[in-house]
Every structure is written in structure tokens, then in C-alpha cells.
């Protein structure tokens, strides 16, 4: 079983940033992929930003530039830094653990707004 817990969400005015910190319950060598992901009111879930194992990350183009996942090894952490936030990014951010047996887990969710 593996815990993620996320935080820093919050309300930002458009232009500004967050940072959203995801903490497992594991050792982040465990997974084979951590990730980001984002669900808005009536939307599919979609994914924001993944980084692997081996250090190598991934970003759709709708958020390129301006998101940056990043991850604390010592402490179990995996980082989304959010920048030029826009009322589109709106959203439940989930944190998503994908495992070498290819089992997953998800985190419970942290909500942000960005107002306009």
C-alpha cells in the first residue's frame, strides 16, 4: 500500500503561481513514474506533468513552460511548481505513484483556482 498526500493548493490570482507538494509514503525509487494530473468540474482527468525513475520528464503542450515537476528524494516528495496560472488551470490536482508491477495509487486531491 502506498500513501500520497498532497498540498499547497489554493485560490491565485491569474498570472500567479503555486507550488503543490505530493509526499509518499514510499521511497520515490520505487515508482516507476510519478505524476500530475487534473480534473475540472464536467472535464476527464488529464494529465499535467510526470517525471520517472530515472529523472526524465514530461509535459503536455497546454502547460510547457510555464509547470515544472521536481522531486525531493530525501524526502519522499515530489514537487509541481505552477507558474502564469491561468483561469483554465482551474482544477482538482491529483498526485498518481505508477509502480514497476504496474499497480498505481492516487493521492485524494488538491484543489486550485485561479481567478481572473
Same mark, same amino acid.
Given at each position: 500500500?502506498?500513501? *500520497?498526500?498532497?498540498?499547497?493548493? @489554493?485560490?491565485?490570482?491569474? @498570472?500567479?503561481? *503555486?507550488?503543490?507538494?505530493?509526499?509518499?509514503?514510499? @521511497?520515490?525509487?520505487?515508482?516507476? &513514474?510519478?505524476?500530475?494530473?487534473?480534473?475540472?468540474?464536467? +472535464?476527464?482527468?488529464?494529465?499535467?506533468?510526470? %517525471?520517472?525513475? =530515472?529523472?526524465?520528464?514530461?509535459?503536455?503542450?497546454?502547460?510547457? @513552460? /510555464?509547470?515544472?515537476?521536481? /522531486?525531493? %528524494?530525501? +524526502? &519522499?516528495?515530489?514537487?509541481?511548481?505552477? &507558474?502564469?496560472?491561468?483561469?483554465? $488551470?482551474?482544477?482538482?490536482?491529483?498526485? +498518481?505513484? $505508477?509502480?514497476?508491477?504496474?499497480?498505481?495509487?492516487? =493521492?485524494? =486531491?488538491?484543489?486550485?483556482?485561479?481567478?481572473?
Amino acid at each position: 500500500q502506498v500513501q *500520497l498526500v498532497e498540498s499547497g493548493g @489554493g485560490l491565485v490570482q491569474a @498570472g500567479g503561481s *503555486l507550488r503543490l507538494s505530493c509526499e509518499s509514503s514510499r @521511497g520515490l525509487f520505487s515508482f516507476k &513514474n510519478l505524476g500530475w494530473y487534473r480534473q475540472a468540474p464536467g +472535464k476527464q482527468r488529464e494529465l499535467v506533468a510526470t %517525471i520517472t525513475s =530515472g529523472g526524465s520528464t514530461n509535459y503536455p503542450d497546454f502547460v510547457m @513552460g /510555464r509547470f515544472t515537476i521536481s /522531486r525531493d %528524494i530525501a +524526502k &519522499n516528495t515530489v514537487h509541481l511548481q505552477m &507558474n502564469s496560472l491561468k483561469p483554465e $488551470d482551474t482544477a482538482v490536482y491529483y498526485c +498518481k505513484a $505508477d509502480l514497476f508491477n504496474l499497480s498505481f495509487y492516487w =493521492g485524494q =486531491g488538491t484543489q486550485v483556482t485561479v481567478s481572473s
